[in-house]
């Protein structure tokens, strides 16, 4: 399943009446990484910075510090090996971050392989649907973040119109939804338009790779200041403590979505 260089070093499996989902971890370059059923990267940790981003896409949907001074509440929908939850648990001391997954053995391999911490105030994670956790929490994050690809794509009942809905829902007043797509996805353009048409149009993407992984931000109702200026100040402050390439990413923002020569238009 793996290329050449590539060392598998365990597995996972979850067991249910209809199927048994493998969940397969692999290392090469000092470099762990997760897999579920496939040689798909869904997660990866650099084995001697465990508390850092090793994969593009996971530092730009970081990008919601650029449309929010402060961030309270965070749920994310789809843990993988957890990098997203644990670098805000570790880099966001005044944040709150809650995880839902579905599989088990996710769970098993994110505590046992990808030095994901316990839970405690500041991080919870919930071992259950996330379409339902959306629908039975409204108002309840500030930011909502789906990453919850597996090996057949996205399941229906996690991007649906309804679905999406819900997260509008699940959002507090100022909210916003940070969803990770694969632009190779046949039906990523359905997603997308979905998520506009739940947020009003207030919709930005930002391709993070080629063909790779494109960050969509929805806001429930405004996204701060948009001004060159104050976007590139901020991305600038945030760059220095949290080491994520943020001026890159605005640059990307500035070239995939509308914009005057002073301000990103959502």
């Known amino acids: ?127 259950g649907d996330g379409a339902a956790y959306i629908r039975e929490s409204p108002r309840s994050a500030e930011v909502l973040m789906l990453d919850a690809y597996d090996s057949n794509g996205l399941a229906p009942d996690l991007s649906s119109q309804g679905f999406y809905d819900s997260c509008a829902e699940a959002l507090a007043a100022d909210g916003m939804l940070v969803v990770n797509l694969w632009g190779s996805d046949k039906n990523f353009d359905v997603y997308l338009q979905r998520i506009e048409q739940s947020f009003d149009g207030r919709v930005l993407m930002m391709p993070t790779g080629r063909p790779g992984n494109i960050v969509i931000f929805a806001f429930k109702r405004h996204a701060g200041d948009l001004r060159w200026k104050a976007l590139r100040e901020r991305a600038k402050q945030l760059q220095t403590g949290l080491r994520i390439e943020f001026l890159d990413f605005v640059e990307r923002l500035r070239d995939n979505n509308l914009n005057t020569a002073n301000r990103l238009i959502v």
């Open 1 to 127: 399943m793996f290329g050449k260089g590539v060392r598998r070093i365990g597995r996972f499996l979850q067991r249910d009446a209809e199927q048994t989902t493998s969940v397969d971890i692999s290392e090469i370059d000092g470099v762990r990484a997760l897999h579920l059923g496939n040689a798909t990267v869904q997660s990866a940790m650099r084995i001697n910075a465990p508390f850092e981003l090793e994969l593009t896409y996971t530092r730009g949907m970081m990008c919601f510090l650029l449309f929010s001074d402060e961030v309270r509440e965070v749920v994310v929908v789809g843990l993988g090996g957890g990098s997203i939850p644990k670098y805000i648990h570790r880099h966001l001391p005044g944040t709150r971050v809650t995880a839902v997954e579905l599989n088990p053995a996710v769970v098993a391999a994110a505590r046992n392989q990808f030095c994901l911490p316990a839970d405690d105030e500041r991080l919870s994670i919930v071992q």
